[in-house]
């Protein structure tokens, strides 16, 4: 068996040093490092002692250390930003223990499909801070793009600008609760007495990872809130998915163009249900 090295850094610089090379590592949560083959990898830089645990509020801009997992952000939020999208999507996003253990960096480093993480990024216009040889701040978008810029490179945190006073829903599409979504729904949304002032729409999960809906945003911004029922959501909604455990590609983007509709009439309709 292969004896793997393992590092404890206590600073930043000190783990930036450990990671060049490339055949180093981080290890932060390890639920996705324990599942996979680790032969590319001579050893593991451990962040759990690196000062990257702070959820922090300035004039309506957050910022997410990266040592946060999804448990202590969606506790932390409850405190500090109430409503919050990431409240509902990191808060019920897999399992108890997962969710005690999967960290925003860990998270934000893979994006996998099946991310709770990559939605609420896109909507939120979320950053990715980093620091070592590809150091910066990066949106989401270009971030998923080039996974070389991970190459001897730690993130340090998440940057949410303009990060409150939001409506806003999250939906995941799942069997069970635990299960990896198939796909997600992330709607924000400002509203001023009954016109739509902003939204911002996200499906993640089909063939391109992440998208933003952006001419649906557009038919919905500066109008009333009932032009909605106007709008062609189905069409508009409508991404293209591969074949999952969970239906068809044709299947999931019908169901899925349901839920952003679902998810609009939640946001835009809510003062005029009650
Ligand atoms: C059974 C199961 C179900 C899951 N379900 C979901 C789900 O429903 N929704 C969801 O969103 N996620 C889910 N996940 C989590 C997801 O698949 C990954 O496991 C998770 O994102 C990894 O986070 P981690 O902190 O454990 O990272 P680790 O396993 O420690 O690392 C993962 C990768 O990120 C790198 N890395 C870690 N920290 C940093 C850092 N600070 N900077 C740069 N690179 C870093 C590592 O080198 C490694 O390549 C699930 C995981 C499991 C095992």
Known sequence: MK???????DSIEEALTLLKGGKTVPHSGGTSLANRGLSSVSALVDTARLPLKYLRIDSGNLEI???ETYASVADGLRN???GNLL???LGHATSTPLRNRITLGGSASLFPLWSDLLGPMAVLNGEI??????????DVFAWIRDHSLQRETLITSLFFPDAADWISCYYRETRVGFDYPSFTVSVLARINGKTVDTVRIALSGGLDRVV???ALEEALTGRDVF???SVDVLSMASVPFGR????SPEYLSAVAAVQVKRCLETVLLQEERR
């Open 80 to 82: 500090i930003l109430p």
């Open 129 to 138: 801070r980093a620091e070592g040889k590809n150091g910066g701040s990066y």
């Open 227 to 229: 032009h909605l029922s």
């Open 3 to 9: 004896k793997l090295q393992w590092y404890f850094p």
């Open 244 to 247: 999952k455990p969970s239906g």
């Open 65 to 67: 250390g990266a040592n």
């Open 87 to 89: 409240i509902e999507s």
């Open 212 to 214: 933003r809906l952006k």
